[in-house]
């Protein structure tokens, strides 16, 4: 995962202070007792400005109502959902669909809770992208529409639709090239990037035809990526040269870096949550043409800072760096006009792994209880 924030060697993470373990006894009978007392705190009003993935089940409801969430985040895959080639693609009835439980669950305890819920659509099936891996781009992109337009239907509840899961990184993406350096694409490079152009065009489309009052998200960039949000963007072109259309501008915002924009940018062409104002801008001369996403917004869907060393993100911190992040993240996404929503990836930690590498990204540790983030992340 370097290619997260190539601005940044791996290993690099905010200077670690003393382990969790060592703080004071104070702190730790602080913090028991906010875990013991938290289910009797009043619930915050949910806030579109608060977004959160985790668990689909009426405890965790319970925890994104106490910290005010007003987003609720989860992925459809369509390779998963239509594994085989639907007769009526648009049909949400079609029983070549197999829709995902969890989603009708979650709507059910965010709905009289107050909580929007957010999906993202994203990888395809073997019979749309030519018998390939489920990263492969369909060959046509009114396949995914047929898709997205089914899906609409089938979940009327949900506002927000994220077109595809980070495909600006080879891992989530293809056709993509890896592109280094501050020189521009090629037209071979420029591949991925129009690919992807077309199948978030014709997903905004879909969408739209169904239900012109939900928010369509597009880009959903990370900072770094097999190529960088800059080069990405500029290379965002349907076959007449116009930007594809959206609603809001995604992007997963993972840094080492304490949020703030008086930062400089940390490398050429990235972008994380303290380069927002230099994001916006390209948003505004690369994708605000033809009369077209006219000062886009940004939804942040995903950031988190580990707590300790893991798998998954080539930095970390201690809790209560953690807690700092997410208090500087929410801070700067608040009084940044051109933000929407800041998403935490996720609600818990994940389980202990068999190589001790698990992911503490979490504002809960996997048994449940509190971290430092979780006040902050309240509060913010």
Known sequence: MTELFPGTPSGVRPQRRAPFALISLVAIATILLAFFFAAGRAEAAPSLRKAIWGPATPQAFNRYSQLGVGIYQMSISWASVAAT???????????????LDELDTAIK???PRGIRVAVNITFSPRWANGNRQRRWAPKRPAD???FVAATVKRYPYVRYWMIWSEPSRRANFLPLARVTGKRQLSRKEQVGP???????????????SVNP????????????GSIRPLRF????RLPNGRPPRMDLYGHNAYSPRFPKLSR????????DLSDFDTLARWLDRYLGRAGRNHRLKIFVSEYSLPTSRNAVIPF??????????AAGALRLTRNFERSYSLGWFQLMDQPPQRDNLEADWGLLTWRGQIKPAFWAFKRG
């Open 194 to 208: 129009r690919t992807y152009a077309r199948i978030l065009d014709s997903g905004y489309k879909a969408v739209k």
């Open 85 to 99: 080639k639907p007769a009526q693609p648009r049909n949400p009835k079609d029983p070549a669909y197999a829709w």
């Open 213 to 224: 009052n939900d928010f369509v998200i597009g880009g959903n960039t990370i900072p770094g």
């Open 109 to 111: 305890l965010a709905k």
């Open 144 to 146: 995914f529409a047929n």
């Open 316 to 325: 970390w911190g201690n809790r209560r760096d953690q807690a700092r992040y």
């Open 264 to 271: 400089r940018p940390a490398a050429f062409g990235t972008a």
């Open 233 to 236: 963007i500029q290379a965002m």
